[in-house]
């Protein structure tokens, strides 16, 4: 860049960052409005989350209460590993959790090397993105939702919201009540990266699978229709 250009971007940065006064910004960004939302997948919160969800390249289970939620976390551990051992954080919805009945044994803390599943109860859902979102500390260590080779994420069918604008509302108004968290992380899919030659690979610097286990009532069929949706 020459040193003519670089002057004349400066000059309009300069130009731009002096005027108006914070109630003429603010007059303009209510101008801005904001962009329409994304037409959800399904009319059903909870399906446009699975469907989502699975174009996220994740998998997915449904299960009505917790007797049905350590079935389900049992069957694919013994699906894919053959094992029932897996790492859980210290959350108090996992740790109530009655594993002894399908036989699973979690060791609740961080993950280790050598451990290739972990299992996440999250903090909230989003249909919208298909992403769920987790607060790190102490209950649920961030290690646990980004180093493990294949995770779990249990999500209560109460903690699904629409929209992103939805999700941080309800942070907000905990962050009023319980303070600020560590950290706050929307996930959505297994780690992925196109950085080496433009090619897409899975589990570069994280998850390589994902799968979201949906807790509470929903319809019969809806698993087979979330998968009719995305085939």
Excluded at 144 to 171: G, K, S
Excluded at 194 to 209: F, K, M, N, R, T
């Amino acid at each position: 860049m020459s040193e003519s250009a670089r002057s004349e971007i400066f000059a309009k940065l300069r130009t731009a960052s002096r005027g108006g006064s914070a109630e003429a910004i603010d007059r303009e960004r209510q101008c801005l409005q904001s962009a329409p939302a994304p037409m959800p997948p399904a009319t059903e919160v909870c399906e446009a989350f699975l469907i989502n969800v699975l174009k996220n390249r994740g998998s997915i289970d449904c299960a009505a209460g917790r007797g049905e939620t350590v079935k389900a976390v049992a069957q694919y551990l013994y699906q894919y590993f053959r094992s029932h051992r897996l790492v859980a954080g210290n959350d108090p919805r996992l740790a109530a959790m009655p594993w002894r009945d399908a036989g699973v044994l979690p060791r609740f803390g961080g993950i280790e090397t050598g451990e290739p599943v972990a299992l996440s109860f999250a903090h909230l859902a989003v249909a919208e993105t298909g992403a769920i979102v987790t607060y790190t500390g102490k209950a649920n260590p961030a290690a646990n939702n980004l180093l493990p080779e294949h995770q779990i994420v249990l999500v209560d069918r109460n903690d699904l919201v629409a929209t992103q604008e939805q999700a941080w509302t309800r942070i907000n108004q905990d962050m009023e009540k319980r303070g600020r968290p560590r950290g706050i992380n929307f996930i959505a899919g297994p780690s992925s990266t196109a950085d080496i030659e433009g090619q897409l690979v899975y589990g570069a610097h994280g998850p390589s699978s994902w799968h979201i286990i949906l807790l509470g009532d929903t319809p019969a069929d809806i698993l087979a229709r979330a998968h009719s949706a995305v085939t």
